[in-house]
């Protein structure tokens, strides 16, 4: 059983900074890429980033470029999200997913593509 847990949301001030950790565990598996999604009320989950496990390379939603920075410690199997200049519209519940099954059929912000997910940590920017 592979377990993805997320932590590390909470209430903040827009402007403000905040860092989510997404900790797996459980029995070892072969991960292509660790990505961050969320979720707003009535809305679709949305791709945030990602990160590709062996080249370190990482991708970013244009709505969070600049501000957001995905990084993982591979000694902890742990990815980290880096949220600065944060703004009300992204309050959400934040996932993390794990990738370990190529698939070039479907592009990498599409969350089929992900195998294993976290059960979601709250952020909520207030204005």
């Known amino acids: 059983q592979v377990q993805l847990v997320e932590s590390g949301g909470g209430l903040v001030q827009a402007g403000g900074s905040l860092r989510l950790s997404c900790a797996t565990s459980?029995?070892?598996?072969?991960?292509?890429?660790m990505a961050w999604f969320r979720q707003a009320p009535g809305k679709e989950r949305e791709f945030a980033a990602r990160?590709?496990?062996?080249?370190?390379?990482?991708i970013y939603a244009d709505s969070v470029k600049g501000r957001f920075t995905i990084s993982r410690d591979n000694a902890k199997n742990t990815v980290y999200l880096q949220m600065n200049s944060l703004k009300p519209e992204d309050t959400a519940v934040y996932y993390c997913?794990?990738?370990?099954?190529?698939?070039?059929?479907?592009?990498?912000?599409?969350?089929?593509?992900?195998?294993?997910w976290g059960q979601g940590t709250q952020v909520t920017v207030s204005s």
């Open positions: 459980g029995r070892t598996f072969s991960r292509l890429a």
């Open positions: 990160i590709n496990w062996s080249s370190n390379r990482t």
């Open positions: 997913a794990a990738q370990t099954r190529q698939n070039p059929s479907i592009i990498y912000s599409r969350s089929i593509l992900y195998d294993y």
